[in-house]
């Protein structure tokens, strides 16, 4: 049995962890860490991490880039393993990042969605095949209406890891409005949809002569995330100090 601590147990995620732990017989949520409590969880909350007295195996972080300096603190000190889930993290929180794990196991990934992270896996044996075969490389994703940022990070990292595989040699090319040429043959075009409720559509596609092949993820509610933070907390439990991401859980 994994014991887990909340950190940010009373946000969207965290409720939404809670709710998949109490379905898991493999993993328990043994305290929470939040701001503000109502008293709606079975197990103690705190204030804040350093104000937590209950021991546990690893930390799953859902919060808000403020909390995360104290979190690290708190994780390197105790040598407690954190699965970090908080984006928007300054250059300096990433380099603290870093220096806590050397003391501590800490997983961070673009995206805590298994299925994302097995799509990255297979998009480097694709690019590897198809774009030496004349593919051209399109990315278009979706979100709802009020996501501020595009492209979304996830596309991103979609794009770094066809790109990776292809030495680092394409393009990104967000917007052709201004453009009057061919497409170059090493670019990986990247568009961003905005509309209603959409969670989270991605597509990868690679056109070539006569046939496309297309790599879709589609995310129909948050609880993906969810369900990747708990299979990443059951991995890095007992894990050595150092960074560790998704692609170490699904292997």
Do not use: W
Not at 51 to 79: H, P
């Amino acid at each position: 049995m994994t014991k887990v601590i909340m950190h940010g147990c009373n946000g969207k995620m965290g409720q939404t962890i809670t709710g998949l732990a109490a379905a898991d017989e493999e993993i328990e949520i043994v305290a929470g860490v939040d701001a503000f409590d109502d008293g709606r969880n079975a197990y103690p909350v705190f204030k804040s991490m350093d104000l937590c007295t209950v021991e546990a195996d690893v930390v799953i972080d859902f919060s808000n880039a403020s909390a995360v300096d104290g979190l690290l603190d708190y994780c390197a000190e105790k040598g407690l393993p954190c699965v970090l889930c908080t984006t928007g993290l300054s250059e300096e929180q990433l380099e603290k990042v870093k220096a806590a794990s050397a003391k501590t196991a800490i997983l961070k990934s673009a995206n805590m969605s298994l299925g994302i992270n097995m799509l990255l896996k297979l998009l480097k044996e694709a690019a590897g095949v198809l774009a030496p075969a004349g593919f051209d490389i399109e990315i278009v994703e979706k979100h709802h209406n009020q996501k501020v940022d595009a492209p979304s990070g996830t596309a991103l990292a979609l794009a770094d890891s066809i790109n990776e595989e292809l030495r680092d040699e394409y393009e990104y090319v967000y917007d052709r409005s201004g453009r009057r040429q061919k497409r170059p043959k090493k670019e990986i075009g990247i568009s961003a949809v905005r509309g209603g409720t959409i969670v989270g559509d991605h597509d990868v596609i690679f056109a070539g002569a006569d046939e496309v092949v297309t790599f879709s993820h589609t995310a129909y509610s948050k609880a993906v995330f969810g369900k990747g933070a708990v299979q990443a907390a059951k991995f890095l439990a007992g894990k050595p100090a150092g960074m560790y991401d998704m692609s170490d859980v699904i292997g």
